[in-house]
């Protein structure tokens, strides 16, 4: 047998082990520091560019793909090469991967405080940065699939199937989800519009936790778990259909995301379904990465790379049962929109992504640096303060959400709401906010402890750029191996190309019974006569809505409960939303739902309240907004922006933005404007905030003089 | 309303069943073909990324402590 040297490429596992620090330090930071704004919110320093609305996506962008983008990148880079016995495919495409990630990550960085956002959540980045990302993760799955093509071992290992079905899939979402109609460098408009941009972009949203945060992560788990353990994967069979169960039923469940809103019964039921079905195969891999360590015990006590991938693997559980449970309708109705979905979130990005990122630089470090880590016993009191940190974080912001949910929906013994204040429920949990960001903290520190020891170990060692190995290469033809015939079953994963044909095409039929229909119902949503087009005044105020993040704290979506119709007024209505490019429903309230804004308050109220929350609402923690009453309004750019929202189907009349919409615009500002005066605010009719006063009067507006449905479902 | 808007697509109920038989279908596959899988191939499997499993390499690179 002829036997081949070549050598792994460790030098890329580097580059991504680093960014993967600096990047976990600075998304965490900006976490902290938009925890921290929302008990104290003067920690803005009244800079527009560090504003809790501007700020909440760089922190979501910067843990999910800075952070964990290149944890799994590390990760992939170092397994793959070692699964395939080959070097990755093209070194060439490795660094432009590498170099095309961080420079994606540095606009994101940069385009985020300036408020360029498409507002659609963990889709933030504008049109021209989702371009590069599309090639860049192109780049990534070539350099994927190049090397499980010229790799020397057979079969694939369950891993590198969860690794292909991350590329393919991911591609997938972001091409689906990034159809937008550019109006501008840094500005576009969403094709779709309401309900149905609402479903792709859960769709999406949800995909993107299960393919970006949990199938490259599991993958990640198969292999290093059994490596650190030094035993085989407790059950092989069981990885199997944790993969195939997984893949096939997540892309089904995205509609829990939008549970009793204007979206079709049929589809939160479906939603709702898909989502119990999935605890089986989540469970099924968490206990076969948990029972891996059976008889191996005593090594968790002492090793911490085990003891972080323990902690990881039962978070992964905890949190893909809670999952599922929180897409139950009735538990639904209580947490959406409150600080419980914040909980789930970060005992998934805490717990699951966050520790077995930990436990695999723990792992790495000392390997491609030949040499002990420098401290065990640091890294030990990383992991206790870290598994402190995460309790601190999570135990009070449950029980802020729960507070929030139930203070939300209490009535009074004479059927009244008891806090009609929506303010009252805010301070009720300010505390428990507190608490947390001392959470956050903890859990920070413990990074920092990491980064140390980390660095302290590559000083100590000596890094090896190639690590030299011998493999025999791989027969060319297909043979019929010791058994005779081939089975189909290796005969898939013995051929990449097909495992990735069948691996679409599972992703792709949960994703077609579910974007099929909506594409149906676009037809079927009757437009309410007295539902028009925003005004040109009123889509700038819009945009400065969505530059701003407003959605970050507001939601737009009334649900049909007496809670909510009492509170904030007729619940909304999918044909409400048919001009609403990109849909602004949100997912979290921080503040009331806006949904029905319009007409509540004098003009006047809003200026003075945009100005200075605590002004009119003493306690707020809603950010003052000073610079919103200086900018000027992007008067230059609305022909561009009508004219991007006429070619996706908004009906304004062929040439109206090369005048009349000018005239228009005009107009309404000059009434808001004299409307002030009557205040006593003395406004320019170019400002951002006569624009926004606009829009927030138009609010749910539309429908308030059609003839009232009665609210109870 | 929601009602109405889903009665207005042809056969929505159909949707329902088909996914039913759908997961169904993949379920029933996937299990019968992992039951089917060789013992000596899933120990190949579970080895792969385990040391002893590069019989062919030496991957100098991977002290057996921490």
């Not at chain 1, 576009?188 to 299960?210: E, F, K, R, T």
């Not at chain 1, 009070?396 to 009074?412: D, R, S």
Request: glycine fraction near 8%.
């Amino acid at each position: 047998m002829n036997v081949e040297t070549f050598k792994y490429d460790n030098r890329i596992v580097r580059a991504f082990a680093i960014a993967t620090v600096v990047w976990g330090i600075v998304g965490m930071l900006v976490g902290l520091l938009a925890a921290v704004q929302l008990f104290f919110p003067d920690a803005n320093l009244n800079l527009q560019f560090i504003t809790f609305g501007r700020i909440r996506p760089l922190h979501t962008n910067a843990v999910i793909f800075a952070f964990v983008g290149n944890g799994m990148f590390m990760g992939i880079y170092y397994s793959l090469q070692r699964l395939c016995k080959a070097r990755m495919f093209s070194d060439f495409i490795s660094w432009f991967h590498f170099w095309g990630w961080q420079s994606i990550i540095v606009s994101a960085a940069l385009t985020l405080p300036l408020g360029f956002t498409t507002s659609k959540e963990y889709a933030e980045l504008e049109w021209p940065i989702k371009i590069a990302i599309a090639v860049v993760w192109v780049a990534f799955t070539v350099n994927l699939i190049g090397t499980i093509l010229k790799r020397r071992e057979k079969h694939m290992y369950v891993a590198i199937w969860f690794y292909l079905a991350t590329a393919l899939t991911v591609a997938v979402l972001h091409v689906t989800n990034s159809m937008t109609m550019p109006a501008g460098w840094f500005k576009s408009y969403s094709m779709y519009a309401g309900v149905q941009d609402a479903l792709v972009q859960w769709w999406y949203g949800h995909n993107a936790v299960a393919f970006f945060l949990t199938t490259p992560y599991l993958g990640l788990m198969y292999y290093f778990l059994p490596k650190a353990a030094n035993r085989p994967v407790f059950s092989y069979r069981l990885s199997i259909i944790h993969f195939w169960g997984l893949i096939f039923l997540y892309i089904w469940a995205g509609p829990h995301h939008l549970l009793y809103t204007a979206l079709p019964d049929w589809a939160q039921s479906l939603g709702m379904v898909f989502s119990l079905m999935l605890i089986a195969p989540s469970w099924g891999g968490m206990l076969n990465g948990l029972l891996t360590l059976r008889g191996v015990w005593d090594k968790v006590r002492q090793d911490p790379v085990l003891k972080f991938m323990v902690v990881a693997v039962t978070a992964y559980g905890m949190a893909t049962l809670e999952g599922p449970v929180m897409a139950i309708k009735t538990v639904n109705s209580l947490s959406h929109y409150t600080d419980w979905t914040i909980a789930h979130a970060h005992s998934g990005a805490l717990g699951w992504n966050g520790f077995l990122t930990f436990s695999m630089l723990y792992f790495l470090y000392p390997r491609l640096y030949k040499t002990q880590l420098w401290s065990t016993k640091l890294a030990n009191y990383h992991f206790w303060i870290g598994l402190l940190g995460i309790m601190f974080y999570i135990i009070p912001i449950y029980v802020a959400g729960i507070t929030e949910g139930l203070m939300w929906k209490q009535f009074n013994k004479d059927g009244f709401l008891q806090y009609p204040n929506f303010l009252e429920t805010i301070v009720q949990i300010v505390p428990m906010l507190r608490l947390r960001a001392i959470g956050g903290t903890l859990y920070l520190v413990g990074v920092f402890m990491m980064a140390y020891n980390l660095y302290r170990t590559a000083k100590a060692g000596e890094f090896e750029p190639d690590t030299e190995v011998q493999a025999a290469p791989l027969e060319k033809t297909v043979s019929s191996g010791a058994h005779g015939k081939l089975s189909w079953h290796r005969m898939l994963e013995g051929k990449p190309m097909i495992f990735t044909v069948l691996a679409v095409v599972a992703i792709l039929i949960g994703g077609i019974v579910e974007i099929i229909p909506m594409y149906l119902v676009k037809e079927n949503v009757p437009t309410i006569a007295s539902v028009h087009p925003y005004t040109p005044l009123e889509v700038l105020g819009r945009d400065v809505y969505i530059r701003e993040g407003c959605l970050g704290c507001h939601s737009q979506m009334i649900r049909p409960f007496r809670s909510e119709t009492e509170r904030y007024g007729e619940y909304s209505k999918a044909g409400e939303f048919v001009y609403d490019h990109p849909f602004l429903w949100g997912s979290e309230r921080k503040g009331p739902d806006l949904a029905r804004e319009g007409g509540r308050y004098p003009d006047a109220w809003h200026y003075n309240h945009m100005d200075d929350p605590r002004s009119t609402s003493p306690g707020s923690i809603m950010p003052r907004y000073p610079w919103l009453l200086t900018q000027k309004m992007e008067m230059d750019s609305l022909p561009w922006r009508l004219s991007a929202l006429r070619r996706i189907g908004v009906p304004y009349p062929a040439g109206y933005e090369n005048g009349p919409a000018q005239k228009d615009l005009q107009a309404q500002a000059e009434k808001i404007v004299a409307n002030l005066k009557l205040g006593s605010v003395n406004a320019e009719p170019d400002k951002d905030i006569v624009a926004l006063i606009a829009y927030l009067q138009r609010l749910g507006t539309d429908i308030k003089n059609a003839p009232v449905t009665t609210a109870a479902k | 309303m929601e009602q109405k808007v889903i009665c207005g697509i042809e056969g929505v109920g159909i949707y329902g069943v088909i996914s039913i038989l759908i997961c169904f279908t993949f379920f029933t596959g996937t299990f019968l073909w992992v039951v089917s899988l060789k013992k000596n191939y899933l120990k190949h499997m579970e080895d792969l990324p385990l040391d002893g499993s590069e019989k062919n390499s030496t991957d100098k690179n991977q002290p057996t402590t921490l």
